[in-house]
C-alpha cells in the first residue's frame, strides 16, 4: 500500500518565521491533499494538488506538487497563531476509492 | 450546506460492549468514508461506502462494520470493544468519492475502559 511520510513529526516556531512541512510518498502520486487538524477534531481541507509542478496558495500558505521526487511540500510565511494545529497530507490510492494519510506534523507557534 | 455531522461526540463504554456511531453526509454526496485516528497509529481507512454498497474495506477485523442507507446517512458498528478500540472516528463524505476531497466531521472520541 501506499505510504506517506511526512517531514518533521513536530515543528515549534516563533511567531512570523516561515516554516515548511513535507510529505514523501513511496510510490507514485497521482494528487495530493493537505488538511489541518485541531486536535481532536475533524481535518479542515486546505488545498488539493493534482499536477506535477502545480503550487497553489492559500492567504499565507503554499503547496506545491513536485511528481518526479514524489513529494509535496507545504509552506507557511510569517506564522501566526492561528496555523498551531496538525497538518497531513493525504493521498489517493491508485484503483480504490480512498485516501491515505501521511502520520502527520504537530505545529506549535510561540508568541 | 450544512457540513457532516457525527453523532455521538464523546462516547465512553466498557470492554466487550458495543457501538455504534452515526454519520450525516453533506447534503447530494453520496460516498461515505470512515476513518480511525490514534497517536500511534495515524489514520487509518476503515471502509467506504457508496450508494449502500461497500465499496472498499481497510485492514481491520471483522468486529468493525458499516452500513449505509438510502438517503446516504451511515452507521458503524464495532462489536465486542477492546481497549485498543478507543480512538477518535472520523467519518467523511464526497460526491463520488473517487479522487475528490473528503469532508470531515467531527469526529466520534471513544473511550474504552
Known amino acids: 500500500s501506499q505510504e506517506l511520510e511526512q517531514s518533521p513529526q513536530s515543528l515549534i516556531v516563533q511567531e512570523g518565521k516561515n516554516l515548511t512541512i513535507n510529505c514523501t510518498s ?11 487538524q485541531k486536535y481532536g477534531e475533524g ?4 488545498m488539493m494538488l493534482q499536477k506535477g509542478g502545480e503550487e497553489k496558495s492559500h492567504e499565507k500558505i503554499t503547496a506545491k506538487l513536485d511528481e518526479k521526487k514524489q513529494q509535496s511540500s507545504l509552506h507557511i510565511t510569517a506564522s501566526q497563531p492561528s496555523h ?9 490510492m491508485v484503483g480504490a476509492q480512498k485516501l491515505v494519510f501521511g502520520q502527520g506534523t504537530r505545529l506549535t507557534i510561540n508568541p | 450546506k450544512a457540513g457532516v455531522t457525527q453523532t455521538p461526540r464523546y462516547l465512553i463504554k466498557t470492554r466487550g460492549q ?6 450525516s453526509p453533506i447534503s447530494g454526496h453520496r460516498s461515505v468514508s470512515w476513518y480511525q485516528q490514534t497517536p500511534g497509529q495515524g489514520l487509518q481507512f476503515l471502509f467506504e461506502y457508496f450508494s449502500e454498497t461497500q465499496r472498499n474495506k481497510g485492514n481491520f477485523p471483522g468486529r468493525f462494520s458499516g452500513r449505509q442507507f438510502s438517503n446516504s446517512r451511515s452507521e458503524m458498528n464495532v462489536s465486542t ?7 477518535l472516528y472520523l467519518c467523511a463524505s464526497s460526491g463520488s468519492g473517487y479522487r475528490e476531497k473528503l469532508f470531515f466531521g467531527s469526529g466520534t472520541q471513544l473511550s474504552v475502559l
Not at chain 1, 26 to 33: A, D, I
Not at chain 1, 84 to 92: K, N, V
Request: proline share 3%; net charge neutral.
Open chain 2, 81 to 87: 470493544l477492546e481497549l485498543g478500540d478507543s480512538a
Open chain 1, 26 to 36: 513511496s510510490k507514485t502520486l497521482y494528487g495530493l491533499y493537505w488538511y489541518k
Open chain 1, 84 to 92: 498551531a494545529g496538525i497538518y497531513l497530507c493525504g493521498a489517493p
Open chain 1, 43 to 46: 481535518l479542515i481541507f486546505l
Open chain 2, 18 to 23: 458495543q457501538v455504534t456511531l452515526s454519520c
